[in-house]
């Protein structure tokens, strides 16, 4: 068995919020019941009972951290000596105690092994196993260590857990008692079986998960998008329905030009699930089209009028999208092989066809949105009508009517369209696009937001960062302001609730394959940490899973899942990519997609975010993966190597960093010009640096931590 004293780090257990750096003490014992089984254990396999208890320790750790190698620093006699062990997944139970048997006994054989208590930084665990007559060892006798258990041998085992409270939370380390008491039965009771199998969790806590993880309420499930609308358009025809700065459209008038429009669409050949690609020109035009699209029984596929030319035809080709809808005055050089129809004059030849009422159903493809894939390759989404229609239709985190005004500010083809068109128009409310030039000028903003009576607004996180430095009051007269995207930073969410009193604030969480929204925080209080990401929507699910896929506690880290009925259909023509995402759970009966994001629950019930298990991030609310940007770098033919990192400005703010080598000297310029023309303007690196070469891990790898940081590369690029 491997040991080692070198530089290892247990990784982190859930923390929370405290600044200070106090230590905390939390007692409990193992029943007399569970210390007998504890001594047989012992017994039957010929270890002494500490190494039992250090085997199941080792086990709680390894559940815990998701790390099947935890270092943890036995303490004996005033020395420390620091271990690892090997609790892997699918080692027989049986097998690992003989191996915690072996490596303690020549841990503690070889005198090179010890250490002192003290300057031992990267042992975060410790384990001490003392007889009732010893003195414990007080609070600053354990070194540095973040967690350390020590047991004491009496009748019924007593145990004390001293942790740091900067770093742990209370309610986290009072049921590690639980969780380990149950691990000792586990492994008594059934030690052939895997370390994997070991059930942690007793049945009350796993109800409260699963009371945790999903919401139901009744909704129109088996109708379609168009069929909801028409249904608002019977109930509120004269209510405006779209609106911009130049026209307003009500319910009625947008339903004859959508259903005009569908009869020309079906007389080019649009037939049921006929993908077609439309560019979001931020017009009433533009909605009519989506509306119309559906109506024919087509899935549209929005493209933001400004993309690069390759990207536009990469998405129609993969897509294979039959038919593009465009505004006369847009007329790009393009390869398209389909049909580009003008809906400025699509409905010339009305009056040779019929309009046909189109046979898609609740199950149907409704759009196609493409988002970065983890292999560098954009990954077309296909989203259902029931998808659409379980966010907007009787839910739980906005209350939808036909009061309220939505104000649309963001890019059109983006995932947050989904809440901003179909909210509005599934409900009897008025949807106002913003120009893209007035949505960044703050002054214009307010005047809009005032003079149109805007009662709701979806803004991205970056976005709503801008705004509140610039003036938190830009909010001051919307009712409900919903925030997602990224972490949200919590000085400036309290400088508006202070200058926006009346302001509910939510923080969305969802990815695009849940069909945008799959969780929701009211924001009611002022924070100074973390602020959690909340609970799932109505008709959603979410769960936070270890690697096997079992359920974790309250308060320890996993993968977050998401589920319900927000749930995509996959994605185009990548089936093993859906296969790999989208994944039935064996014991839970749903159909999940796997996020990507580590979050754990916290006792009240909601969801914290702690990361991102791979590269993969958002900038300014759109996510980005590295990956993508450094495939495009390496296909210019002057490129032989390239990283793409994630950095931090001045002020603290994310930022794209890209790095490259090549043989001859590239501007910054020239690079940033070959990007613009291969990705989406929010995918562009904020820093182009060209570099001798790129730095390696010892296994190989680029080393991203040790790319230059912008404050550093800055002087020498204007040198």
Known sequence: MEQTTSEVTID???????TNDERNRVSFSLDFATTRKLHELAFNFGITVDMALMACYAILLAKYTGEDDP????????QMFPIRYSPTVHKPLGKFLLEVKHTTMQALEDRNMRKNLNGNPFIKAAFTWQSANTTPYE??????????????????????????????????????GGHLSRIVHEVFN?????????????????????????????????QTVHYLFEEQVRLNPDRPAVMTEEHRMSYRELNEHANQLAKALQYYGVRPESVVGIIADRSVSMIVGL??????????????ADSPRERIEYMLEDSQAGFLLAPSSWKPDIAFKGKVIYWDNAQQNLDNCSHTISAVTSQSLAYIIYTSGSTGTPAGVMVEHRNIVSLVKNT?????????RILQTGKIASYASTFEIWGSLLNGSTLYLMNDTDSFDIRKLKETIIDHFITAWFVTTAQFHNLAEL???VFRTVDTLLIGGEALSPKYVNAVRKRCPDLRMINMYGPTENTTFSTYFPIERDFETAIPIGRPICNSSAYILDKQLNLQPIGVVGELWVGGDGIARGYVNRLELTEAKFVEHPLLGERLYRTGDLAMWLPDGNIEMIGRIDDQVKIRGYRVEPGEIETRLLEHNGISKAAVAIKADRSGNPIICAYFVAK????????????ARNLPEYFLPSLVVQVESLPLTPNGKVDKKALPDPDFLRPMLVN
């Open 664 to 675: 001859q000297v590239l501007s910054e310029t020239e690079v940033m010009a070959y990007l």
């Open 190 to 222: 059934f030690p052939e079986n895997a370390i994997a199998d070991i059930r942690m969790m007793s049945e009350v806590e796993e109800r409260q998960i699963q009371a945790f993880s999903r919401t139901k309420t009744d909704y129109p499930s088996g």
């Open 471 to 473: 003036d938190p009051g």
């Open 71 to 78: 270092v943890i620093g036995y303490l004996l006699e005033r």
């Open 12 to 18: 982190e257990l859930p923390r929370g919020g405290w």
């Open 139 to 176: 609070s600053d006798q354990l070194g540095t260590f973040e967690l350390a258990l020590t047991a004491f041998k009496k009748e019924s085992i007593m145990m004390h857990i001293e942790y740091s409270a900067r770093l742990y939370r209370k309610e986290t380390i009072e049921q590690m």
């Open 396 to 404: 739980n985190y906005f209350n939808f009517s036909k009061e309220h």
């Open 291 to 304: 509306t119309a699209i559906l109506k024919a029984g087509g899935a549209y596929m929005l493209i933001e």
